[in-house]
T-cell receptor, first 116, second 113 residues
Framework: DAGVTQSPTHLIKTRGQHVTLRCSPI?????VSWYQQVLGQGPQFIFQ???????GRGNFPDRFSARQFPNYSSELNVNALLLGDSALYLC???????????????FGQGTRLTVV | DQQVKQNSPSLSVQEGRISILNCDYT??????FLWYKKYPAEGPTFLIS?????DKNEDGRFTVFLNKSAKHLSLHIVPSQPGDSAVYFC????????????FGKGTTLSVSS
């Protein structure tokens, strides 16, 4: 079975540009979450989507947005890129959204975004 | 305010010995805890988890202990192997809030042969 796949693996953008990152969850998983990891820190929660609806949002500016498609894949969009947006962006998929049906989240290899 | 803390940035252990990685949390709403291992240029790999209704969970060489009164959990690896060398992240979730995970900063484990 394929794991969580993310594309692209690496990306270089210029300040002010827009970027779209993509994620395909594990087959059968309906929840996708996005995380940002900067050097020396743990991953920081950005968004969670379940059944195409936003179910959670972390402390990130409105420049960050996401959506989930009918096939449960997801996109993370970042507008007006800043140098500080340079990070590893991780996508995680899980079967449930929490509550009694909590299940572990499995991560993709990430997209390394560099803003110059 | 850091809700999940891993106060030891690094740990060095000899092959065959026990590795103990520690994690403290402040949010009493957390009810599910996970450990992830991360190699450079890869995403975190799930290792083991524990629900707040338990105080211990074992999976092969990995055991996680949870002390709710102290808001402390630890990961024991026995015996440690050189392939265990990686960054280990502790993560927590307030179940009713969905599957958003709050991560610590990580502990780099080095196992020497």
């Amino acid at each position: 079975d394929a794991g969580v796949t993310q594309s692209p693996t690496h990306l270089i953008k210029t300040r002010g540009q827009h970027v779209t990152l993509r994620c395909s969850p594990i087959s059968g998983h309906k929840s996708v979450s996005w995380y940002q990891q900067v050097l020396g820190q743990g991953p920081q929660f950005i968004f969670q989507y379940y059944e195409k609806e936003e179910r959670g949002r972390g402390n990130f500016p409105d420049r960050f947005s996401a959506r989930q498609f009918p096939n449960y894949s997801s996109e993370l969009n970042v507008n007006a890129l800043l140098l500080g947006d340079s990070a590893l962006y991780l996508c995680a998929s899980s079967k449930g959204q929490g509550g009694l049906g909590f299940t572990e989240a499995f991560f993709g290899q990430g997209t390394r975004l560099t803003v110059v | 305010d850091q809700q999940v803390k891993q106060n030891s940035p690094s740990l060095s252990v000899q092959e065959g010995r026990i590795s103990i990685l520690n994690c403290d949390y402040t949010n009493s709403m957390f009810d599910y805890f996970l450990w992830y291992k991360k190699y450079p240029a890869e995403g975190p790999t799930f290792l083991i988890s524990i629900s707040s209704i338990k105080d211990k969970n074992e999976d092969g060489r990995f055991t996680v202990f949870l002390n709710k009164s102290a808001k402390h959990l630890s990961l024991h690896i026995v015996p440690s192997q050189p392939g265990d060398s990686a960054v280990y992240f502790c993560a927590a979730s307030a179940n009713q809030a969905g599957t958003a995970l709050i991560f610590g900063k990580g502990t780099t484990l080095s196992v020497s042969s």
